[in-house]
C-alpha cells in the first residue's frame, strides 16, 4: 500500500463517489505551485489513464499517476475541520518542508 485514508476522510470522500454514478475512485496529483513548489490537487477520476496506480485503503480506491506516486508515496489523507472550513490534510512523509500558508510542499 502507498496511500492511506483515515476513516474521516474515507467517509468523505465515500460521499464523493456516492454521488458519481461514473467514479472510479479518489485520484492525488501535485502540480508545481505556491511558495514551496508542490501542491495536491484531487478528483474524482471517470477512468483509470494506462500510468495510474491504484491503492486501496478502508474500501477507497486510491489513484495516483506513477510520477506523483513517487513524491507522495507512504501520505496519509485526512479530513479535518480548521476554523469553519473542512478540508483534506496531507501528512506526507516525504516532504522536508511546507510554506507557511501550508499550500505547498518541498521534497528532496
Same mark, same amino acid.
Given at each position: 500500500?502507498?496511500?492511506?485514508?483515515?476513516?474521516? /476522510? /474515507?467517509?468523505?470522500?465515500? %460521499?464523493?463517489?456516492? $454521488?458519481?454514478?461514473?467514479? $472510479?475512485?479518489? @485520484?492525488?496529483?501535485?502540480?508545481?505551485?505556491?511558495?514551496?513548489?508542490?501542491?495536491?490537487?484531487?478528483?474524482?477520476? *471517470?477512468?483509470?489513464?494506462?500510468?495510474?496506480?491504484?491503492?486501496? =485503503?478502508?474500501?477507497? @480506491?486510491?489513484? /495516483? +499517476?506513477? =510520477?506523483?506516486?513517487?513524491?507522495? @508515496?507512504?501520505?496519509?489523507? =485526512?479530513?479535518? %475541520? %480548521?476554523?469553519? +472550513? *473542512?478540508?483534506?490534510?496531507?501528512?506526507?512523509?516525504?516532504?522536508?518542508?511546507?510554506?507557511?500558508?501550508?499550500?505547498?510542499?518541498?521534497? +528532496?
Amino acid at each position: 500500500m502507498s496511500l492511506y485514508v483515515t476513516e474521516t /476522510a /474515507a467517509a468523505r470522500i465515500q %460521499q464523493f463517489i456516492d $454521488k458519481d454514478p461514473l467514479a $472510479k475512485g479518489f @485520484k492525488v496529483s501535485i502540480k508545481k505551485t505556491g511558495c514551496s513548489g508542490w501542491g495536491y490537487e484531487v478528483e474524482i477520476p *471517470h477512468e483509470i489513464l494506462a500510468d495510474d496506480i491504484i491503492c486501496e =485503503d478502508k474500501g477507497i @480506491k486510491l489513484i /495516483a +499517476n506513477k =510520477d506523483t506516486l513517487e513524491v507522495i @508515496k507512504g501520505t496519509t489523507i =485526512d479530513y479535518e %475541520q %480548521q476554523g469553519i +472550513n *473542512h478540508v483534506f490534510v496531507y501528512k506526507n512523509p516525504n516532504a522536508t518542508g511546507e510554506c507557511g500558508c501550508g499550500e505547498s510542499f518541498t521534497t +528532496n
